[in-house]
């Protein structure tokens, strides 16, 4: 096997410290790549030790400082793995020319770099350059942009495009990953969120998953549809491993929400002469729709906003406020304040039989709570949705498979069928994390963590569920999205003027400074 590393599009292969290359990929995370590059001989202006003398390579060269290739951040990084193709009776193919004959490189990873660390090692009168790079996948593009937008009920597809299109122009990235099922949405409001937030969200609502590949083409797709390009057996897996661990697991699932409103509400208050400032009991979401005193119509404005009103308020304000100039209604008056009041959102959703079943492991009351913060959601019925999913997901105790192979092409989300007999293993599995590490610099060898899927019913079926197979969902955000455009505009000035001589002045005892008249 082959790997090679390019930066830039330059091949740095050669440079790579053997045993350096260090490869993290984890489901709902960036995939990131480190490796060290030592460079010795490819500087141009002489270095020297404190003694004047120059430094050299283990070769005889001499030591320099300035790089001919560039490692900064933001360059595009790309690692490819090839095999040397053998025969069934695992003799090397060679060419006509006599040289091995290689498979297509296939992309390990692709991405932009992140940081570099550089330092100079001297020991004696021999020095080099070692620069440890870190990288991260080009999904970090979606991070780096923001969306400000509001989208009516259309599909997935087209608000995923429009993001892309308007959004991330400029980036390379393309969108034929991008499934065309027509999963619905109702109106959409994003206000200056990352589009990597925008995709995140449409993901844990509608179950699927995203990534950016090393082409910069956005997959945004069915979890059920992504499936591993092999079976792991014993024949291309060792070390495996089962374990389980209740790291994510969870039975009672809140989720803290945005404001929702109340349905429309009357409210009577009685005047005594003096107050002038009345306190509602929810905050006022919208514009009451009447106010009246004494059954006589008020007219309604926004606090600080509006003048020459008899009431004011304020959206998210339980006040409403009499006029400064008018005078305050009378004893025994009644004020009536007709309005729609606004009020936070907690719902909850949980397992009663995974609670008893804790309960009797356990000898406990069995709630293994979980709250998440989604101040997006604006009603309780998309609330109480992304409740029930997460409460689906991390709902069970599953089983936790772990091997390693040489087998190039795993990647979390994937769904892995695999066969261990040894271990009880069979079935799906969704891998959940992979990493890697370069074997004398010319293999990489994975090792894999994998969910089961058995006590939900297999994640073929738990992904089909969850994306609702062409329900409309709905997820909203009740703000509004205020566009910023700079501007600018050439405007010319033209101006005449006309100049008259005028007679000398002889002016006696006053002293004119920075000013004198010859011949007077």
């Known amino acids: 096997m082959t790997l090679t590393l390019t930066v830039a599009a330059a091949d740095v292969t050669s440079l790579a410290e053997v045993g350096s290359l260090r490869l993290s990929d984890r489901l709902n995370s960036r995939s990131r790549l480190s490796f060290v590059l030592v460079n010795d001989s490819t500087l141009t202006a002489v270095l020297a030790t404190e003694a004047g003398e120059d430094l050299i390579t283990e070769a005889g060269d001499d030591i320099a400082t300035d790089e001919v290739i560039a490692v900064e951040v933001g360059a595009v990084v790309g690692l490819t793995q090839s095999v040397t193709l ?43 350059l070692r620069r440890e790079v870190e990288c991260v996948s080009f999904d970090a593009l979606a991070d780096r942009r923001l969306v400000a937008a509001a989208y009516p009920s259309q ?75 092999f079976v792991i057996d014993g024949t ?100 009536a304040v007709t309005y729609r009041g606004q009020f936070p959102i907690l ?27 989604r101040a997006n959601l604006n009603d309780d019925d998309s609330a109480l949705e992304i409740a029930q999913g997460l409460l689906r997901r991390y709902g069970q105790i599953p089983r936790r498979l772990r091997f390693e192979t040489d087998s190039i092409g795993l990647h979390p989300g994937q769904l892995l069928t695999a066969t261990f007999a040894p271990h009880n293993v069979s079935g799906s599995w969704l891998i959940d994390q992979v990493s890697a590490v370069d074997r004398f610099g010319d293999q990489l060898v994975y090792s894999v963590e994998a969910l089961d899927g058995e006590s939900i019913g297999g994640w073929e079926s738990f992904f089909k569920a969850l994306s609702g197979e062409g329900r409309v969902i709905e997820f909203r955000e009740n703000e509004v999205v205020v566009l910023l455009r700079s501007a600018s505009e050439q405007i010319t000035f033209t101006d005449s003027i006309t100049a008259t001589s005028a007679a000398p002045v002889s002016t006696v005892g006053v002293a004119l400074v920075g000013y004198s008249e010859v011949g007077v």
């Open 86 to 128: 053998v025969t069934e009776a695992g003799e090397t193919l060679i060419t006509e020319a006599g040289d091995e004959l290689v498979s297509e490189a296939e992309a390990i990873f692709g991405g932009l770099i992140d940081s570099v660390g550089e330092a100079l090692v001297i020991d004696g009168n021999q020095a080099w």
């Open 155 to 229: 599909s997935l597809y087209a608000t995923v495009a429009d993001v892309v299109s308007n959004f991330m122009t400029g980036d390379g990235v393309t969108i034929t990953g991008v499934d065309t099922d027509p999963v619905l949405l109702q109106p959409l409001r994003f206000n200056y969120v990352s589009a990597a937030s925008v995709f995140d969200d449409l993901a844990s609502i509608t179950g699927w998953a995203w990534w950016i590949d090393d082409t910069r083409t956005l997959y945004f797709q069915p979890r059920s549809a992504i499936a591993a390009p």
């Open 236 to 335: 291309n897996a060792r070390r495996v491993s089962i374990t389980q661990a209740a790291e994510t697991y969870r039975n009672r699932q809140l989720i803290r929400a945005g404001v929702d409103k109340t349905a429309p509400r009357t409210e009577n208050f009685i005047g005594d002469g003096t107050v002038k400032t009345f306190t509602l009991s929810f905050p006022a979401a919208e514009i009451p729709s009447s106010i009246t005193v004494g059954g006589s119509p008020q007219t309604i404005g926004v606090r600080g906003v509006d003048t020459g009103k008899d009431w004011y308020f304020q959206a998210g304000d339980p006040l409403v406020t009499q006029d400064d100039g008018a005078s305050a209604i009378g004893v025994g008056v009644t004020l």
């Open 347 to 373: 719902v909850n959703a949980q397992d009663d039989a995974q609670i008893a079943q804790q309960a009797a492991i356990s000898n406990t009351a069995g709630v293994w709570e979980s709250i998440e913060d």
